[in-house]
């Protein structure tokens, strides 16, 4: 199953102290809002977001439709139809997208140890 681009994203305090330290890193600012409380760094192919005030914990994220520039793609696997398959194998999800919805949509699990997957598709359903 594709599931899209994938980045971390961090759970963070002080969004401008953890912009520094990880430009230190080599991270730079590839998009986001940092007064918004959102950045997305890159470092190669590495990417990482930072979200302050919007995630409880650090989270794994995947973007059904868009490529490693968060740009869209022509083919993907949509969100509703990971939900679908995920679903029919017995996991539980903690949030949903509408099933009949076509627009940008996201759902969210828990793995067996406690760790967040958000599977986030910024991009309406493939027609």
């Known amino acids: 199953m594709q599931l899209g681009n994938f980045s ?3 759970a963070v305090k002080d969004i401008a102290a953890s912009k ?3 430009e230190k890193l ?3 600012a590839a998009g986001g809002d940092q007064a918004g409380g959102w950045l997305i760094l890159r470092n ?3 990417k990482i977001g930072l979200f302050q005030g919007m ?3 650090n989270l794994m994220t995947f973007n059904p439709g868009w490529d490693g520039n968060a740009q869209p793609v022509s083919e993907f696997v949509d969100v509703r139809d990971i939900q679908a398959k ?3 194998d017995g996991i539980t999800l903690t949030t ?3 099933a009949d919805s076509a627009g940008p949509a996201s759902i969210m699990m828990t793995d067996p140890d406690g760790n967040v997957i958000l599977i986030d598709q910024h991009v309406p359903r493939a027609k």
């Open 8 to 10: 971390v994203s961090l």
């Open 20 to 22: 520094a330290f990880y």
């Open 26 to 28: 080599g991270f730079v």
């Open 44 to 46: 190669g192919e590495t």
């Open 55 to 57: 995630f409880p914990t």
């Open 86 to 88: 995920l679903e029919g």
């Open 96 to 98: 949903r997208a509408i």
